[in-house]
């Protein structure tokens, strides 16, 4: 049987041989909104929860809060409906567009045009938040969970505060959408360290959202800056718009997330002796940081002893000078989870805990196109190309195993079927 995934802007092909059963797990196959452009202007005409724009006629400062090159936002379809409604409202000149990067290095002014296009840059102020400069943020307390919310400045200080994003599968928060955008990716350093250290708890899992504590975290800093308005998409494995909320944050995740969960969320019969697993191709893949979103959902349904195949370009290697730093050195999973278990939870090195932990049950092995070194140093166990992989993999199978292949692992929820 021959394979295929997606890797970086293209693909790459594999065979298995005859006689091994091999499941295609993947997001359903759900169309796409004939006219996406409408869609959204709908759904920002006809806000969700106890929220109007008329309420904000007259503001002084709009911040919109936008994702960065790492997330496959659609920002091409999703902002020209709403700067539009809020040129009606006679806020045009009022606008500011916050790239939202968390931990990410700030994007510079010649990376914009990859997220946002020329009209939008020649008419509107654009800037990159800066998670580690003390002096562009502003301290509003902590969370019940102890989380200390240090969020940027500008933002929090306007008057109309919007966010920007996709409702998917998030490893550990559950869902992404609603105020993540802002909440962590206009956060300061100290405060994604805090609430991803929530992490460790066993309800912070793929797919859990109310009884989540790193998503209801995250919803509590969304509350203390005040977001007033999420406008999100749910995107089928084309990256194609399905469906789009506007509204109230809390309210836009209730209705949000059951939609999400018919495009992502896939049975399975059992654990697999192979998974093949793609984050699902750029930018996904652009790094190691963001690829191992795929290893993680993978490692669900991986037998103990099975081998999972991670299939991510990383063009841009590590994707974390944090965690690439605290590798060195390292030559075991074992001595990467006593260490970091040793030293408590610190972003960036939280990337390296989680593959040792998913690493340590199933064994792992890259196709990439960083380099080997690099990847070796990082204990990703690189090969040279998927072929090569798929058949190491395969020396120890017996009769029964199985091989789950997943095209765009990092959107998706798998379960066992019971």
Same mark, same amino acid.
């Given at each position: 049987?021959?394979?295929?995934?997606?890797?970086?802007?293209?693909?790459?092909?594999?065979?298995?041989?005859?006689?091994?059963?091999?499941?295609?797990?993947?997001?359903?196959?759900?169309?796409?909104?004939?006219?996406?452009?409408?869609?959204?202007?709908?759904?920002?005409?006809?806000?969700?929860?106890?929220?109007?724009?008329?309420?904000?006629?007259?503001?002084?400062?709009?911040?919109?809060? #936008?994702?960065?090159?790492?997330?496959?936002?659609?920002?091409?379809?999703?902002?020209?409906?709403?700067?539009?409604?809020?040129?009606?409202?006679?806020?045009?000149?009022?606008?500011?567009?916050?790239?939202?990067?968390?931990?990410?290095?700030?994007?510079?002014?010649?990376?914009?045009?990859?997220?946002?296009?020329?009209?939008?840059?020649?008419?509107? @102020?654009?800037?990159?938040?800066?998670?580690?400069?003390?002096?562009?943020?502003?301290?509003?307390?902590?969370?019940?969970?102890?989380?200390?919310?240090?969020?940027?400045?500008?933002?929090?200080?306007?008057?109309?505060? /919007?966010?920007?994003?996709?409702?998917?599968?998030?490893?550990?928060?559950?869902?992404?959408?609603?105020?993540?955008?802002?909440?962590?990716?206009?956060?300061?350093?100290?405060?994604?360290?805090?609430?991803?250290?929530?992490?460790?708890?066993?309800?912070?899992?793929?797919?859990? !959202?109310?009884?989540?504590?790193?998503?209801?975290?995250?919803?509590?800093?969304?509350?203390?800056?005040?977001?007033? #308005?999420?406008?999100?998409?749910?995107?089928?494995?084309?990256?194609? /718009?399905?469906?789009?909320?506007?509204?109230?944050?809390?309210?836009?995740?209730?209705?949000?997330?059951?939609?999400?969960?018919?495009?992502?969320?896939? @049975?399975?019969?059992?654990?697999?002796?192979? #998974?093949?697993?793609?984050?699902?191709?750029?930018?996904?893949?652009?790094?190691?940081?963001?690829?191992?979103?795929?290893?993680?959902?993978?490692?669900?349904?991986?037998?103990?002893?099975?081998?999972?195949?991670?299939?991510? *370009?990383?063009?841009?290697?590590?994707?974390?000078?944090?965690?690439?730093?605290?590798?060195?050195?390292?030559?075991? !999973? *074992?001595?990467?989870?006593?260490?970091?278990?040793?030293?408590?939870? @610190?972003?960036?090195?939280?990337?390296?805990?989680?593959?040792?932990?998913?690493?340590?049950?199933? @064994?792992?092995?890259?196709?990439?196109?960083?380099?080997?070194?690099?990847?070796?140093?990082?204990?990703?166990?690189?090969?040279?190309?998927?072929?090569?992989?798929?058949?190491? *993999?395969?020396?120890?199978?017996?009769?029964?195993?199985?091989?789950?292949?997943?095209?765009?692992?990092?959107?998706?929820?798998?379960?066992?079927?019971?």
């Amino acid at each position: 049987m021959q394979i295929q995934l997606p890797y970086g802007h293209s693909s790459l092909m594999g065979q298995i041989p005859d006689g091994i059963d091999v499941d295609i797990i993947s997001p359903q196959r759900v169309s796409a909104q004939e006219d996406p452009l409408a869609c959204v202007r709908m759904a920002v005409q006809t806000l969700l929860g106890n929220v109007a724009w008329e309420d904000f006629i007259g503001a002084k400062s709009v911040a919109i809060a #936008v994702n960065d090159k790492t997330r496959p936002v659609p920002h091409d379809v999703l902002l020209p409906p709403l700067l539009a409604h809020l040129a009606r409202l006679g806020l045009d000149e009022a606008i500011t567009i916050y790239v939202a990067v968390g931990t990410h290095p700030p994007m510079q002014p010649e990376e914009f045009p990859g997220i946002l296009s020329t009209e939008i840059l020649k008419r509107y @102020r654009v800037v990159s938040h800066d998670s580690e400069n003390p002096n562009k943020l502003v301290f509003l307390g902590e969370t019940s969970h102890g989380t200390p919310v240090w969020t940027n400045r500008e933002y929090y200080e306007s008057d109309l505060k /919007i966010v920007v994003g996709n409702i998917e599968p998030h490893q550990f928060a559950g869902f992404s959408g609603g105020v993540k955008t802002a909440a962590v990716g206009l956060a300061g350093l100290e405060s994604i360290n805090n609430n991803h250290g929530l992490m460790i708890h066993p309800n912070s899992q793929l797919g859990k !959202y109310e009884i989540n504590p790193t998503r209801q975290d995250i919803e509590e800093m969304g509350q203390m800056i005040g977001i007033h #308005v999420a406008l999100n998409a749910i995107l089928n494995q084309e990256k194609k /718009i399905v469906h789009a909320l506007a509204g109230d944050p809390v309210e836009v995740m209730k209705a949000g997330i059951p939609l999400s969960r018919q495009v992502c969320q896939v @049975r399975v019969p059992g654990e697999y002796k192979l #998974v093949i697993a793609s984050p699902g191709g750029h930018p996904k893949d652009i790094n190691v940081y963001q690829a191992q979103k795929a290893l993680a959902h993978a490692a669900l349904v991986s037998k103990p002893t099975g081998t999972i195949i991670l299939v991510a *370009a990383c063009p841009e290697g590590a994707g974390s000078p944090h965690y690439e730093h605290w590798m060195r050195g390292k030559n075991s !999973y *074992a001595e990467v989870l006593e260490r970091f278990n040793k030293e408590g939870f @610190r972003i960036g090195p939280h990337k390296a805990f989680m593959i040792a932990r998913d690493a340590t049950k199933s @064994r792992l092995l890259l196709v990439s196109e960083m380099d080997q070194d690099l990847a070796g140093r990082l204990l990703l166990n690189p090969v040279e190309n998927l072929q090569a992989a798929i058949d190491t *993999a395969l020396r120890d199978f017996q009769a029964g195993d199985r091989v789950g292949i997943m095209t765009h692992a990092s959107s998706t929820i798998p379960f066992i079927e019971i």
